[in-house]
Structure formats: structure tokens, C-alpha cells
């Protein structure tokens, strides 16, 4: 009898925040499914977002999820002790440049364990680029995980590359996507500010070595699927000739409700009360606002959205950050007593794709990052978007210029921290709430939703586009394997 086949090893290193560890826990577990072993590597403050959902697994006797805790040397880059992932820097002003510096003092410890451990292929988050020259000292292939969305990695690229918003006269002046299918425009001020002023800004710079290290990697793993944005996938494998895989939505690898509940904190909501109190409620009659976990939000705003709600007299199930004593200030007063039974807040953490997934959910008010951005796909929701910061303007053109399935509420500048300059006011909530739940055009944008839904569902599904780019790259793993070991 020959050998026993060789065991692939896959280690999976997100960055320190919940929109980047949740899908590379749901990647983690598309790999054990293939019988491929998979290692998470994390800190001890941020371990809890993947221990319950990993020791279910095991369990349930399924190949199980491994966990490799790196001392996270928050003293030594000026950071509190326990300050550990992006969410706690972004509390403190000044923090988050502090907080990228200690991330790269995590190198030592990954090339000490890649070289004790020698897996197959090192899945290192974009914030991450040295990890790029750390894997090949080891000859382990490494893949960069973004979070993003073909459409976006690409209009990215094309905004770095060519500098569309420099033929702009003003910060409010539209300019096009350069050489994309699609006729895509923006303007500058929703563009962040330290891509379109200083050239030497810290933050411009560490864009550049993300990109560099991403074409001296051995490719990129995408939590996307092909027949959502066929265009973009073509044009970032042919026209900016990068290597990608599309394994995505990733999120539908839980397929239980109790793996659902189980992606990123513990739910600040019994689910069993969320699902008695969804399924009450006719379908399609329910509006969902979330802002994900690291958009921030202030009193004004969110007395804005209160008051659009309630005027709306919309069902709905809002998601605010635990606010603690400062409820008061923002929520009008008798609000939770006039909309008893039509609506539900959710202090804190919600389990969202639970919640998605319900049929009564009608509409998805979205901060567009694309991790809810792609659960309300694959949930067939449509969506009003309400971009912030980040990557989430382009994410809101994908929604709502090409797949047609969202309205926006106009939001005119990227910022980090947004302020009473930037309210949207109720009038224009509650008109977009309406636009998305009434008439025609609100149907028909359902319908299409609907129809991506069912792609999604195909592409993760076995013979399906995602599920076959992912034999292909773990055949090309073994493959690289196999020449290594001649």
C-alpha cells in the first residue's frame, strides 16, 4: 500500500477586526469541509470571536478549526494594555495609526511559527504585507485576503493607479471610472482624503506596499461569486492581470442556525425571541438598519432615523450600539412606546444573517460594507445604502448602478468620524425607505434580489462557480506541494 495522501495545512491570519475575522472564519471552515487542515492565528482579547464556533465544529465531529495565539505587543506600539483590535483603537483619536504599527511588529512571531509549522499556504489578510516576504522565506505560497468585492478591488486600483478625481475643478464634481464596463461616477470628497491630498501620507504609503505585496503574492482569495459581478472578476484576472479565486458568499457555508448565531460576539438578543418576534410579521413587511462594527454613529443622526421610522410607520428591527446612558439624548421621547410591536431595537451585537434571512425582512439599510453588503445579496434583500467610509462608496455603486437592487440616500463625503454636517435628515430616510419597500420599481428590484439570491446559493453549492474555484485552488496547493517535495 502506498503513502497516505498528504494532508493540506492552511493558515488563516485576518486582521484584528470583526468584519475582517468573521469571513475568514467562515473560509476556514470551507477549507475543513474539503478535509483540508485549517489554522486561525489571532490574539487572546480577540480568540472569543472564534472559540465557540470552533468547538462546535469539533463536536459535531466535523474536521475541526485549529487556533494559534500570538502575543499582541499592544505596550510596545504605544497602545493600552487590551487594546487588541481596530474596533477598541477607533475609540480613542490617534489610536489607529498606533495600532497598524503594532501589527507589524506581529511578524517575528508569524516567521517563527511559519518556520516551526511550514504549512501549505499562508491566507494573510491585505494589512498585512509583509507577510508576503515573511512566506517566502519559507517557500509557502501566500494569498491576500481584501474583504472586498471584485468591483471594488478593481475601482480601487484604477483610482490609485490613473488619479481620476485630480481633473475635477471641486471636492462635489463628478469624474468616471476610467476603463471599466461600467459608467461609474464619483467625486472626490467620497474619496478618503489621504488618497486624493499628501502624497507622502503615512496612510497613502501603506497603500502602495499593500499593492506591491499583492503582486509579489501568489494570488488574492475573494468572498465574491462570478455570476454577481462576472465584468469585475474578468477584468481584474485579464485586464489587471492578478491571480483571484472567488470562494464567496462565504457566509453560506453556515448553513445551521445555530453556526449563524454563533459568526463574530455574542448576540445581544435571545435569537429565539428575534425569530418569534420576525415571524409574527407578514413577509417582506420588516425594514432591517444595521451600521456594521466599526461605523460609527452620533445622537443627531440617529434621532434622524427614529423619527424617519416612526413617521414611515414602517415594521423594523434597528441595530444600535450599545449607547448605554446615552439613550436618552438621541431617542425621542415615548418612541419604543409608540412603535411598540411594529418595531425592535438591538443594543449591541445582532445575529444579522439570521436576521436576513427571514422572510419577513423586506428592505436592508446598509453602511455597504461588504460583508453585509453580500449577506443581503445572498439573502435576496434589497438594499438603501448609506456608505461611511472605507471601501463602502464603491460598494454602494455596485448595488445600486449596476446590479440595481438598492437606493441610495445620497451621502456626499467619506469620513471616518461623520459629524452634524453630514446628517441625513428624516425627510430623505423616510422617502428612501419608501422608494425601497413601495411601488413598482421597489418590486422590481425585489425580483432581481431575489434572482441573486438563487445564484449565490448555486455558486457555494457543489459543481457551482465559487465551490469549483475553490478545487482549483486547493488542487493548485497540492500541486505546489508535490513540486516542493521534488
Known amino acids: 500500500m502506498g503513502a497516505e495522501p498528504h494532508q493540506l495545512h492552511v493558515v488563516l491570519f485576518p486582521f484584528q477586526a470583526h468584519g475582517h475575522m468573521i469571513p475568514t472564519l467562515d473560509i476556514a471552515r470551507l477549507f475543513t469541509a474539503r478535509n483540508v487542515k485549517a489554522t486561525i492565528i489571532t490574539t487572546p482579547v480577540n480568540a472569543s470571536t472564534f472559540t465557540k464556533a ?18 499582541f505587543p499592544a505596550k510596545e506600539a504605544g497602545l493600552p494594555e487590551g487594546c487588541e483590535n481596530v474596533e477598541i483603537a477607533m475609540r480613542q483619536p490617534g489610536l489607529v495609526y498606533q495600532f497598524f504599527l503594532a501589527t507589524e511588529l506581529l511578524q517575528e512571531q508569524l516567521e517563527q511559527y511559519l518556520d516551526r509549522v511550514r504549512p501549505d499556504c499562508l491566507v494573510a489578510d491585505m494589512f498585512f504585507p509583509w507577510a508576503t516576504q515573511s512566506s517566502a522565506k519559507f517557500n509557502i505560497p501566500r494569498l491576500v485576503f481584501h474583504g472586498f468585492s471584485y468591483f471594488s478591488i478593481c475601482a480601487q486600483e484604477l483610482v490609485r493607479v490613473y488619479e ?41 504609503k501603506r497603500i502602495e506596499t499593500i499593492k506591491k505585496s499583492e503582486l509579489e503574492s501568489y494570488g488574492v482569495i475573494v468572498n465574491s461569486f462570478y455570476e454577481l459581478e462576472p465584468d469585475y472578476a474578468e477584468f481584474y484576472r485579464t485586464e489587471l492581470r492578478r491571480k483571484a479565486w472567488h470562494v464567496g458568499p462565504v457566509s453560506l457555508c ?10 463574530g460576539k455574542e448576540a445581544s438578543i435571545d435569537e429565539q425571541e428575534c425569530l418569534n418576534w420576525l415571524n409574527s410579521k407578514w413577509p417582506a413587511s420588516v425594514v432591517y438598519i444595521c451600521f456594521g462594527s466599526t461605523a460609527p454613529s452620533f445622537a443627531a443622526q440617529l434621532h434622524e432615523i427614529a423619527i424617519a421610522l416612526e413617521n414611515s410607520e414602517k415594521n423594523f428591527i434597528w441595530v ?33 444573517v439570521l436576521i436576513l434571512e427571514h422572510e419577513a425582512i423586506g428592505a436592508f439599510v446598509t453602511h455597504c460594507g461588504w460583508n453585509s453588503t453580500l449577506e443581503g445579496i ?26 440595481k437592487i438598492g437606493v441610495s440616500v445620497g451621502v456626499k463625503k467619506w469620513s471616518r468620524m461623520p459629524s452634524v454636517e453630514d446628517l441625513i435628515s428624516r ?22 434580489a431575489k434572482q441573486l439570491k438563487e445564484k449565490a446559493w448555486k455558486a457555494v453549492a457543489e459543481g457551482g462557480s465559487s465551490y469549483s474555484d475553490l478545487s482549483a485552488l486547493i488542487n493548485e496547493l497540492r500541486s505546489y506541494h508535490t513540486q516542493k517535495q521534488v
Request: no cysteine.
Open 54 to 71: 470552533i468547538d462546535t465544529g469539533r463536536n459535531v465531529g466535523n474536521s475541526y478549526i485549529e487556533l494559534e495565539i500570538f502575543k
Open 164 to 204: 481620476p478625481f485630480e481633473n475635477v475643478s471641486s471636492d462635489d464634481e463628478t469624474f468616471i471610472l476610467p476603463l471599466i464596463p461600467h459608467e461609474i461616477k464619483l467625486t472626490r470628497s467620497q474619496l478618503p482624503a489621504e488618497l486624493t491630498g499628501d502624497k507622502d501620507h503615512p496612510m497613502r
Open 254 to 263: 453556515n448553513r445551521s442556525v445555530e453556526k449563524n448565531t454563533q459568526r
Open 320 to 352: 444600535v450600539r450599545n449607547n448605554g446612558k446615552n439613550d436618552d439624548e438621541w431617542l425621542p421621547p415615548g418612541f419604543e412606546q409608540r412603535t411598540e410591536g411594529r418595531g425592535l431595537i438591538i443594543r449591541g451585537w445582532a445575529p444579522q
Open 378 to 403: 445572498s439573502a435576496g434583500v434589497p438594499m438603501v445604502t448609506w456608505p461611511i467610509f472605507a471601501e463602502q462608496f464603491y460598494n454602494e455603486k455596485l448595488v445600486t448602478d449596476i446590479l
Open 427 to 448: 425627510e430623505v430616510i423616510e422617502t428612501a425607505l419608501r422608494e425601497i419597500t413601495e411601488g413598482d420599481a421597489a418590486e422590481e428590484m425585489r425580483q432581481r
